[in-house]
């Protein structure tokens, strides 16, 4: 017998039959991929019933993962990983691999047990790793992170980091790990790094090994959107992509909103889709690569802006006379603020890697992040374990960096990183390891391609209450806002599990489940947690 459900829990008199419901998702990334499988799981409706809305012709959105060993591959980043993700957890504990040989989470906690991260050079400094680097954070250092840490956000407000601490602190060890492994910069939020530092206490101590930090057997494309696109296709969801939602259709019934209509443009036509009294939209906001650029090996990346991308521009049309939507120009007006590079090199000699083997003392897949304090760019580099993709040849190596400060010029290639080919940029890593003879050999056999994306840390931009809205906006009645850019209490942006969590809530808001998502971890009411903490924080070892 088909369920029933209210499709809102304000509205608890509308009730259909589950089986009726179709739902649009707007956007084909892991918020909405997230979504559909909840929708199926936990709220019953039947896959064929649920349509996904992409603009572009790749499903994954920000996890992505493409190329070939002749065209070199491309990984634009990734999101760090660690035990406490109970929502992504939570997902993939349905999922199975793509061999179905066991779930995805089973395969990542098993995967991690067998290469534990445990750098021995998190900082190279003068062309020498740094083991295990002390902090170096005064006393007044510790009080002001403690400080942060309990003050309310109201009282924050839109201020940023660095109307919080001294100027010493940014030369720290600690800022320095905290900052390449979170991508903070000064100018960011006050509010969200507050949430960090709770949201991630209990790895304080280890941090400057990367103790704790967790990855999947390949890059997150083929380890979590694979498994999760094919359950999904198993199941008979529908995929649109190149499909771009450029507005919505709005009817009033009673005190309460809902979409009609959605507006889109599809290869080339302009096409509408009729929203059901009965029907659920869920729509991603924003997007942390939108109008990303990609370059090659000789040529840099190219900017571009919000007018090059849809989602942004969405969430713009959106919010227009709507308050509940948000202020997506917070986020998307600040490219300065917000724009980083980042660049995958592609080799086919292994001189590299074992260079950065025996200067590291770490294998690929063990060291994690190693950061070049003297780069004038802020550049970090890491090597994952090989192969990083799935058909990856034996003799092919991959490996992805990025820099903070994008906009200063190199120290041994004198352009900005912005202006850089992925050559020059290989070249300025290579001086700061201090590699001269073999530098042509590795550079004449590598593929280098650099990637700007210019919002890849809006959502870190200072903001105040309102300027992120709420998954259910209020007044609204089949509508629910997901992704990087809605706000959750408590937890963490730029996460898989922020946008995975708001995945859930969405689901079990709109279909009234009574199923809200597992609590976020809070390690700060811990006492084991904080004791270790405050022994890391003032270099105590043991």
Same mark, same amino acid.
């Given at each position: 017998m088909s369920k029933t459900v209210s499709t809102s829990p304000s509205h608890a008199d509308i009730r259909v039959h589950r089986a009726d419901i179709k739902a649009y998702l707007v956007g084909g990334g892991i918020a909405s991929l997230a979504a559909a499988a909840f929708l199926i799981r936990d709220g019953d409706l039947l896959g064929h019933n649920i349509v996904i809305l992409e603009d572009s012709d790749t499903l994954g959105g920000s996890l992505d993962g493409a190329g070939s060993p002749q065209a070199g591959y491309v990984?634009?980043?990734?999101?760090?990983?660690?035990?406490?993700?109970? /929502?992504?957890?939570?997902?993939?504990?349905s999922v199975p691999t793509l061999d179905k040989s066991r779930t995805v989470t089973q395969e990542i906690?098993?995967?991690?047990? *067998?290469?534990?991260?445990?750098?021995?050079?998190? &900082?190279?400094? #003068?062309? =020498?790793?740094i083991d295990a680097p002390d902090y170096g954070l005064s006393e007044a250092h510790v009080f002001a992170l403690a400080k942060l840490g309990i003050e309310p956000e109201s009282a924050l407000g839109n201020s940023r980091i660095s109307d919080r601490f001294d100027e010493a602190f940014f030369r720290t060890n600690f800022w320095l790990m905290w900052c390449t492994t979170f991508a903070f910069q000064p100018w960011h939020s006050a509010?969200?790094?507050? +949430?960090?530092l709770l949201r991630f206490s209990h790895m304080v101590e280890g941090f400057n090994r990367l103790r704790g930090i967790m =990855?999947?057997?390949?890059?997150?494309? %083929?380890? &979590?959107? &694979?498994?999760? !696109?094919?359950?999904?296709?198993?199941?008979?969801?529908?995929? =649109?992509?190149?499909?771009?939602? *450029?507005?919505?259709?709005?009817?009033?019934? #009673?005190?309460?909103?809902?979409?009609e209509r959605l507006l889109c443009r599809r290869d080339g036509k302009d096409v509408e889709i009729a929203v059901s009294p009965q029907d659920l939209v869920i729509v991603t906001l924003g997007s942390m690569t939108d109008a990303s650029s990609l370059g090659d090996t000789d040529h840099a990346p190219v900017m571009k802006?919000?007018?090059?991308? #849809?989602?942004?521009?969405?969430?713009?049309?959106?919010?227009?006379?709507?308050?509940?939507?948000?202020?997506?120009?917070?986020?998307?007006? !600040?490219?300065?603020?917000?724009?980083?590079?980042?660049?995958?090199? *592609?080799? +086919?000699?292994? *001189?590299?890697? +074992?260079?950065?083997?025996?200067?590291?003392?770490?294998v690929p897949g063990e060291g994690g992040l190693v950061t070049l304090t003297d780069s004038a760019w802020l550049a970090s580099f890491v090597l994952p374990h090989q192969p !990083?993709?799935?058909?990856?040849?034996?003799?092919?190596?991959?490996f992805w960096g990025y820099g903070l400060a994008v906009d200063q010029p190199g120290d041994f290639v004198r352009k900005p990183m912005t202006?850089?080919?992925?050559?020059?940029?290989?070249?300025?890593?290579?001086? !700061?390891?201090?590699?001269?003879?073999?530098?042509?050999?590795i550079l004449d056999s590598a593929i280098v391609i650099p990637c700007m994306m210019p919002f890849i840390t809006s959502q870190f931009l200072r903001r105040e209450i309102g300027? =992120?809205?709420?998954?259910?906006?209020?007044?609204?009645?089949?509508?629910?806002?997901?992704?990087?850019? /809605?706000?959750?209490? %408590? %937890?963490?942006?730029?996460?898989?599990?922020?946008?995975?969590?708001?995945?859930?809530?969405?689901? %079990?808001g709109l279909l009234g489940l009574d199923r809200p998502p597992p609590a976020v971890y809070k390690g700060q009411y811990d006492p084991r947690v904080l004791f270790k903490a405050f022994r890391s924080l003032h270099d105590m070892a043991g």
């Open positions: 990984l634009r980043g990734g999101r760090m990983f660690e035990s406490k993700y109970q /929502c992504t957890y939570d997902l993939f504990s906690f098993a995967w991690n047990e *067998t290469m534990k991260t445990s750098s021995k050079a998190r &900082l190279v400094r #003068g062309g =020498r790793t509010v969200e790094l507050k +949430r960090y =990855r999947t057997v390949y890059n997150q494309y %083929d380890s &979590l959107v &694979l498994p999760l !696109h094919k359950w999904l296709d198993e199941r008979g969801v529908e995929f =649109r992509r190149n499909t771009r939602v *450029t507005d919505i259709v709005t009817a009033t019934d #009673g005190a309460a909103t809902r979409i802006t919000k007018a090059d991308g #849809g989602a942004f521009k969405l969430w713009e049309t959106m919010a227009a006379g709507r308050p509940e939507f948000g202020r997506p120009a917070v986020f998307a007006d !600040h490219i300065d603020e917000s724009k980083w590079v980042s660049f995958t090199a *592609t080799l +086919r000699d292994p *001189t590299f890697f +074992r260079i950065v083997r025996d200067i590291t003392g770490n !990083h993709f799935i058909g990856q040849p034996a003799d092919v190596q991959v202006a850089c080919s992925g050559r020059e940029i290989l070249t300025e890593v290579l001086g !700061h390891l201090g590699v001269t003879t073999e530098t042509a050999k300027d =992120r809205p709420q998954v259910l906006p209020k007044g609204w009645r089949n509508l629910a806002l997901v992704g990087q850019f /809605c706000e959750i209490p %408590d %937890d963490v942006v730029f996460t898989v599990e922020y946008s995975v969590r708001a995945a859930m809530l969405a689901v %079990d």
